[in-house]
């Protein structure tokens, strides 16, 4: 299908051709599913919504709900203020939300609602919430619109009492529900006290019961949203997606932050926990140092395979900069990084760890995409891709050996609900990253080089 993909390459600054993100609502969408008994609600046309919701149920296999403000002409002429009233109304009589989170879309945006101003004239019934974020598809990504629904979640909700609560705020970034269940048993294990938002554990992996339930039991209480304006300090994890409502936080309720990366590899979950480790007090049970001495041996043990071995590795920031700390780790040479979001941090951080790693000639591109990835391979060859689905078309183009690991990922089932994040996750992605190398090596080796044992 790509294999006329020109290697010749041009500058384009204002054309992106297969974008490795999407827009801005969907991020919203699923910070909002990470809320206990919240209606996502796309102020916009029923088509934008529509969208959104096929491509995070494609992504968990699962059903993502989302409310619409249902634009038609006449909305879009002179604005959608009677349609979310109605909405929102509609909502809390037939769907028994608890919290609204209504988001943008380009179309509102372009118009120019004022949805603070809409929101204030709502009757909204004595115990339930609406909350909003703007969300214009034009700007950012995906990851923009998941950190921009949380800080919109911190401005209505987070209050300050002066009177702390002992707890640990923990903003998770932009992983899957596999990911923050995780992060939870690793906080848990340390015997923290903790609140996470979002958290969609419980929500996008939630077990078939045999019947329909709208809210599932997971997701982030919204008396603990209140709560964490009282919590005595946030890890902010993912960088790129949770230091801007980490820092909201901190401005509305003084409630410091600590950022880092997602814990992804030894060198960043090693940090996590320590972090974990200073909050507590506590010392680091035996439990977590053998799952980390399991992890050593592993990668020690499949050296002779990734050594040197080059990899593109493509998707959201924060995950893109997980895996290239991990295959550095590994030994592996991150030769091409592209991530659609847009912003220099991403550029900045990859160039630290390719310096901190002693690599050289390796190339990261933030706002990027999957066409310009596609020409740098022609050129120059890879021996693996890592990323989602959106790749699949350059794997079998080139030849080469994709292990999906991150988003959105529409081809393959059960993904979502193993992380790879942890020691436990990295020890995941080092065995497909692995498989994915020795698969290819019984491929392409002569008939009398055939190992059974490897």
Not at 56 to 63: A, D, I, Q, V
Not at 404 to 412: K, N, S, T
């Amino acid at each position: 299908m790509l294999d006329l993909t020109p290697k010749e390459v041009s500058e384009r600054k204002a054309l992106r051709i297969n974008p490795a993100k999407t827009c801005q609502p969907v991020g919203a969408i699923y910070a909002a599913l990470g809320v206990h008994k919240c209606m996502p609600h796309s102020h916009g046309s029923q088509g934008c919504c529509s969208f959104h919701r096929m491509y995070l149920t494609r992504h968990f296999k699962e059903p993502a709900i989302a409310a619409s403000s249902s634009f038609t002409e006449g909305s879009s002429v002179f604005g959608g203020g009677a349609n979310i009233k109605a909405s929102v109304k509609n909502i809390f009589d037939m769907y028994k939300a608890d919290i609204i989170a209504v988001h943008t879309t380009c179309l509102s945006e372009t118009i120019g609602d004022d949805l603070n101003s809409f929101i204030q004239e709502i009757d909204i019934p004595e115990g339930k919430y609406v909350v909003h974020t703007n969300t214009p598809s034009y700007v950012g990504s995906h990851v923009t619109g998941f950190g921009n629904m949380i800080s919109g979640f911190i401005k209505y909700l987070a209050k300050s009492t002066k009177v702390s609560n002992g707890k640990l705020n923990i903003m998770p970034g932009f992983v899957n529900p596999g990911d923050m269940r995780e992060m939870k048993r690793l906080a848990d294990l340390m015997g923290a006290s903790y609140i996470m938002l979002p958290d969609t554990s419980g929500v996008l992996d939630a077990p078939m019961t045999g019947h329909y339930d709208m809210y599932p039991r997971g997701g982030t209480k919204i008396e603990d949203i209140i709560s964490m304006g009282d919590s005595k300090i946030t890890f902010a994890l993912g960088e790129l997606t949770c230091e801007a409502p980490a820092n909201t936080l901190e401005k509305k309720c003084g409630v410091p932050y600590k950022t880092m990366p997602l814990p992804m590899g030894v060198a960043a979950t090693d940090a996590y926990i320590m972090a974990l480790s200073q909050f507590t007090k506590n010392e680091v049970p035996y439990e977590i140092e053998e799952e980390r001495g399991q992890l050593v041996d592993i990668m020690l043990d499949g050296h002779p395979y990734f050594h040197n071995k080059s990899v593109a590795i493509y998707g959201d920031p924060d995950t893109v900069l997980g895996i290239t700390a991990l295959v550095l780790e590994m030994g592996m040479i991150p030769k091409y990084i592209v991530t659609g979001t847009p912003g220099d941090a991403f550029n900045k951080k990859a160039e630290e760890l390719f310096e901190q790693a002693g690599v050289t000639g390796c190339v990261a591109k933030a706002a990027g995409d999957l066409f310009e990835l596609h020409q740098w391979i022609k050129n120059d060859p890879v021996d693996v891709m890592i990323g989602g689905t959106h790749g699949k078309h350059i794997a079998r183009a080139e030849d080469i050996p994709l292990v999906r690991a991150g988003f959105p990922i529409l081809d393959r089932y059960v993904h979502s609900m193993m992380a790879i994040v942890g020691y436990k996750g990295a020890i995941r992605l080092v065995e497909l990253i692995l498989t994915a190398l020795m698969d290819r090596q019984d491929r392409d080796c002569n008939e009398e080089d055939m190992e059974m044992i490897m």
